[in-house]
C-alpha cells in the first residue's frame, strides 16, 4: 500500500520539474571550473575575481525582497522563467568579452538568473507535490539539482580541455534551452487566497523570526565557504599541478557525494531538528575544505570533495526545506527571500575579502580563511537556533 502510494505521488509534474531543475543546474555548473582561468586569461586578477561575485549579489540583494514578493502574487513558474532565459544568455555573452570589466554586467545577470530559479524552483515544487509526497519530491528536486552539479563540471572541464572554453558556453546555453522547454510543460495551481493574503503580511515580522535569523546566518556561512571553493579551488589546483579536467573531477566528485546524501536528508528532516543537520552540515564542510588546502594528491584531494559535498548536501537540503516547511503559502516566497539576502549579504562582502587573501598569501590562505570564520559563525547560528526553542 506504501509502495502503491509512493507510486501515485511521482506525478507528471513531479517528473518534469526535477528534470527542468537538473538542465538548470547543469548549465550554470558547466562554466564553474573554467570561469576563473577564462576571465584571468583576459586579463583579471584575483582581487578582481573575487569582485564577481559581489557585485551580482549586490543586485540579488536589492531585488530579492521585490522578487519574493512577485514570487508569492504572481507564481513560482512566472519568475522562473525569465531566470532561465538569463541561463541562455550569460554564457553566449562570455564569448564576446574581451576585457574583465565586460564581465561584471555578465556576472550580475547571472546572479539574477540563479535568484530567480532555484529557490522558486523549490516553492513550485514544494508546492505542486502531493502531500503525503511531499518530503520525496523536495529531496527529489535537490538531487536533481546535485546531477546538474555533477554532470555540469566534468563536461566543462573537459569539453574545454579538447575543443576550448567556447564550445563549453554553448553547451551551458543549450542545456538552459531545454530547461526553459521542460518547465512549461509543468502546471501551476492558481492559489489566488493565499496570494490575496500576502499584502497582509508584515515583512518585519518575518525579519524578527528566529528560525529565519538562525537559517539566514547559516546561509551567510555556507555561501561564504561556498565562494571560496567554487572562485579559489580552480586556482589552488592550478597552483600544485592539476588542470582544467582534473579540477572538473574534484568538482564532480563533490557533486556526486552532495547529490547521493540529499533524497535520504529529505527524509531525515522529518526525524531530527533541521537546525542541527544545517548546523552539523557547515561544521563538516569546514574541516574538509581546511583538509582541502593541506592536501595536493588528486586522489586525496577528489575524496576529501566528495566528503565536502555529503556535507554541502546536508545543509542544502535541511536549508530549504527548513524556509519552506517553517513558512505559510502565502509568504513562502518572502521568507525564502529574506533567507537568500543574508546569502547575497555573503557574496557581496566575502569574494572580496577572500581575493584580496589569495592576493597577499595565496589560494590556500583564501580556504582557510573562510572555514575559519565559519567555524566562529557556528557560535552565533546555535545561539539563535537555542533562542527558537526558549521561544
Known sequence: ?????????????????????????ASTSTVMPIFPGFAQGIGASLSVLGSYGSVAAIAMLLLSLPFGRLSDRLGRKRMMTPGLAIFIVVPLSYMLASSPIHLYPIRILLGLGVGLVFGNGFLLMTEVAEP???????GMYMTSMGLGFTVGPLLGGFTTKIYGPDVSFLLSSGFAVLSIGMLQFVEETEKREARARVQRLSISSII??????????????NSLMFSALTLFFPVYGASIGFDEAE?????????????????????LTKRFRVL????????????????????????????????????????????NVYVAESSGEENRGTAMAMYSMFG??????????????????????????STGMTLVGLILVVYMARRDSED
Do not use: C, H, W
Open 1 to 25: 500500500m506504501g509502495s502503491s502510494e509512493g507510486n501515485r505521488g511521482l506525478t507528471r509534474k513531479v517528473a518534469l520539474l526535477s528534470l527542468a531543475i537538473f538542465l538548470a543546474d
Open 132 to 138: 503525503e509526497f511531499r518530503s520525496t519530491a523536495q
Open 208 to 221: 524578527r523570526d528566529p528560525r529565519v535569523l538562525a537559517a539566514g546566518f547559516a546561509n551567510y556561512l
Open 247 to 267: 579540477v572538473g573531477i574534484g568538482f564532480t566528485a563533490r557533486g556526486l557525494a552532495s547529490t547521493a546524501v540529499r533524497l535520504p536528508v529529505g527524509s
Open 276 to 319: 542541527y543537520l544545517m548546523v552539523f552540515g557547515l561544521l563538516m564542510s569546514a574541516v574538509t575544505i581546511f583538509s582541502v588546502s593541506q592536501s595536493t594528491g588528486l586522489i586525496l584531494v577528489s575524496a576529501l570533495l566528495g566528503i565536502q559535498g555529503i556535507a554541502y548536501g546536508i545543509y542544502l537540503t535541511s536549508g
Open 344 to 369: 547575497n549579504v555573503s557574496r557581496i562582502i566575502n569574494p572580496m575579502i577572500l581575493g584580496l587573501i589569495a592576493e597577499t598569501i595565496g589560494p590556500r590562505g583564501a580556504l582557510q580563511f
